[in-house]
């Protein structure tokens, strides 16, 4: 058994819809989220500044003693997630893994598309881990870094988001994909949109739904499980930018209001 909080870091808010996946599999964990709303976006920046600003926050969660250090965001996971599980005394879970795995699982003719943020599909990974597990899959990857920008602004479930998806997916129209991976956080709160493009016989992998389930996996056979009914759990939520405009689209997306705090790390 282990009380000790899970910390779960994002470029921005996109990385709740894991910490949601996450909670419903793990009630009566304890949490720390931290989105580096301040640095927003990673997807437009260098491997080796996405790094450096994972590591910080990594380093910040090591201070509040958290037992594991999730990264939600598929960036974030592309240019850290090797080099943290290296240097960092916990367990470290990343989100591409269980993406492109669940990917491969899925898809019945290996056709397999993914929307990312461009330095997630520059890193090539969900191809690699995909052809890992599928060495006959063909992966389709296209960089949508708007519908990052979309999301953080609330914009989704209007007319200008679907409008912005229809004109970027259009890419993936003469692409035969049974499949498609989305490859960034951000992207499950833009699952209707995409859907409506894509057609209802593609099908959508959300990373974050296995990337819970590898949390769940994990604590169970280290024996790390808190056993503290769900009443008795603590949630805490930061910032590094403005908590008004975070709490905002957070409350949209869990469901629940919740009162974030500003973190300057």
Request: overall charge negative.
């Amino acid at each position: 058994m282990d009380k000790r909080p899970i910390g779960v870091m994002d470029s921005g808010v996109g990385g709740l819809t894991v910490l949601k996946e996450i909670t419903k599999v793990l009630p009566n964990e304890s949490y720390i989220f931290v989105g580096d709303q301040a640095n927003l976006p990673y997807g437009q920046k260098s491997s080796e500044v996405v790094r450096a600003l994972t590591k910080r926050i990594a380093d910040y969660m090591l201070a509040q003693d958290v037992k594991m250090f999730v990264i939600a965001c598929n960036t974030a996971t592309a240019a850290a997630y090797e080099y943290l599980t290296k240097i960092l005394p916990i367990p470290v879970i990343g989100v591409i893994q269980p993406g492109a795995t669940s990917a491969a699982n899925v898809s019945k003719t290996g056709q397999i598309g993914v929307i990312a943020t461009n330095g997630t599909v520059r890193s090539g990974d969900y191809q690699r881990l995909i052809k890992q597990a599928n060495p006959h899959a063909k992966v389709s990857s296209l960089g949508c870094p708007e519908f990052v920008t979309m999301v953080e602004e609330g914009l989704a479930g209007t007319v200008e988001a679907q409008a912005a998806v229809n004109n970027r997916l259009a890419w993936f129209m003469d692409k035969p994909i049974d499949t498609l991976v989305m490859g960034c956080t951000h992207f499950p709160v833009l699952r209707t949109e995409i859907q409506n493009v894509v057609g209802p016989d593609v099908t959508l992998v959300d990373p974050g739904i296995a990337t819970a389930q590898q949390v769940l996996d994990y604590l169970q056979q280290h024996d790390a499980l808190n056993d503290r009914s769900a009443s008795r759990q603590t949630r805490e939520y930061f910032t590094t930018g403005k908590p008004k405009d975070f709490a905002k689209i957070a409350d949209q997306l869990l469901g629940e209001p919740i009162s974030a705090a500003h973190l300057d790390i």
